[in-house]
């Protein structure tokens, strides 16, 4: 008698047995496939409490294909469109923490505003620029002073102070001060121009494609200086970011994370289609203004998921991942974002420039001014929160009251007077 613990079964039969559960464990791989996908949907799905918003992206859709009112329109898409960015935020982390720093950084920088790239994409395909510049500068404001605000104040909850590494953050705002002066630049040149006999639109126009050419210069050269040069100036920022990481990449492979984000970016694209769509019909029937929605209501909306992460860092008390959270968005929709839409309005033929009606470029200017004072010292607490949200308020309120066809070019003796 063959007595299988000993191993002393016929050969022939073990042979049979052995290609037996190979050709069992390749079917069951096959046939397991659906359950993986399963699996790693509804992984994804739970990964954040307001995916449950989900079911508002085929209503939004729907009203949108079959011409419903157009309030409903927007604000269904307008909902959809936040779950959306959260997804899109976690497939870009999932897949950025299994391809390293460099890539990895690459990948955030590329990813991290697409909602208000594609939102903008969209707008300039229907040459809606005051959407699209009004946009911009609400996800810049947005950051710099509501998440950045609301950090300070998660922060100061714990602690009576926050300390942060003033080295990234005053490289940060130093950037940003260029990106300010790249917009008072081409507003204070349309004032000198307004009593000259020369073609002021065509000069702003080249005077855009050309500074947004350097602007483009000059974030890729920011790139190369945090993740090559100077990377060990946010050694910091990366140890936080490599401690977050470690909560991340554990779902989505990266072509699963991939699928997702192309998935992701075709949803998000046919809601824009339908929001920007509805904007007109909106701004009609609820006397809202273009400007507050494209300046406040959409860059909360793109950058939801952005808040909710850098707020969380900040009550955990890692500042540095906060502040590059916040600051650092604003930054790649300054030097990245908008450069890029003005060569792609070029390319499509738009009037897309920097110019930025008078009124938006002293709010731009003094938003800048007051997080660059709030930062010098390294330094946070509640109180220095709570100044930043009251800022963005004002600002939201200010533009809530500001019409459309307000011209909002300031004359070149305010100009002179203020700059001076």
């Known amino acids: 008698m063959n007595d299988p613990i000993n191993g002393s079964a016929d050969p022939n039969e073990r042979t ?44 939004g859709i729907i009203a949108g294909e079959l011409g419903w009112d157009p309030t409903a329109v927007f604000v269904l898409n307008f909902i959809a469109i936040i779950p959306l960015a959260s997804l899109l935020s ?3 982390e999932e897949l950025a923490a299994k391809l390293g720093q460099t890539i990895g950084g690459l990948m955030n920088a590329t990813f991290g505003n697409a909602v208000e790239l594609i939102v903008s994409i969209v707008a300039l395909r229907r040459n809606e620029i005051r959407i699209v510049q009004s946009s911009m500068l609400g996800s810049i ?37 260029v990106a300010c002066a790249s917009l008072i630049i081409p507003a204070t040149l349309y004032a000198a121009l307004q009593n000259s006999k020369s073609e002021t639109d065509k000069n702003i126009l080249l005077l855009s494609h050309g500074t947004a050419i350097i602007l483009l210069i000059l974030y890729l ?50 809601c824009a289609d339908y929001l920007v769509k509805s904007v007109d019909s909106l701004v009609q029937t609820a006397h809202i203004s273009k400007t507050f929605i494209g300046l406040v209501l959409i860059p909360i909306v793109g950058n939801a998921a952005e808040h909710v992460t850098a707020v969380v860092v900040a009550y955990k008390g890692k500042m540095d991942l906060a502040i590059n959270v916040a600051i650092g968005s604003s930054m790649q929709i300054a030097l990245f974002v908008t450069p890029f839409l003005v060569i792609l ?8 420039t920097l110019h930025f009606q008078g009124f938006e470029t002293v709010v731009f200017f003094l938003s800048v001014l007051v997080v660059n004072y709030l930062i010098q010292d390294g330094k946070s607490n509640y109180l220095e929160g709570a100044m930043c949200l009251g800022t963005y308020t004002i600002i939201a309120l200010a533009f809530f009251v500001y019409p459309d066809d307000a011209k909002g070019n300031l004359g070149g003796d305010f100009l002179h007077n203020f700059f001076a």
């Open 345 to 352: 309005g070029w390319i499509m033929d738009r009037a897309m």
């Open 90 to 92: 976690f497939a870009t």
């Open 141 to 177: 404001l947005s950051n710099i002073l509501l998440v950045l605000g609301c950090c300070f104040l998660a922060g100061g909850v714990r602690e009576q102070e926050r300390s942060f590494n003033t080295t990234v953050a005053s490289t940060m705002s130093s950037l940003m001060a």
């Open 221 to 270: 050269l920011y790139l190369y200086f945090q993740l090559y040069s100077h990377h060990s100036l946010f050694d910091d920022v990366e140890q936080a970011a490599e401690d977050e990481d470690e909560e991340s990449g554990q779902i989505l492979s990266p072509v699963a994370a991939g699928i997702c984000l192309v998935v992701v970016t075709i949803m998000v694209s046919l």
């Open 16 to 59: 049979g047995l052995l290609g037996h559960h190979r050709s069992t464990r390749n079917n069951e791989g096959w046939k397991g496939i659906p359950r993986h996908v399963a699996v790693t949907t509804w992984a994804t799905l739970i990964s954040n409490y307001v995916n449950f918003l989900l079911v508002f992206v085929p209503l």
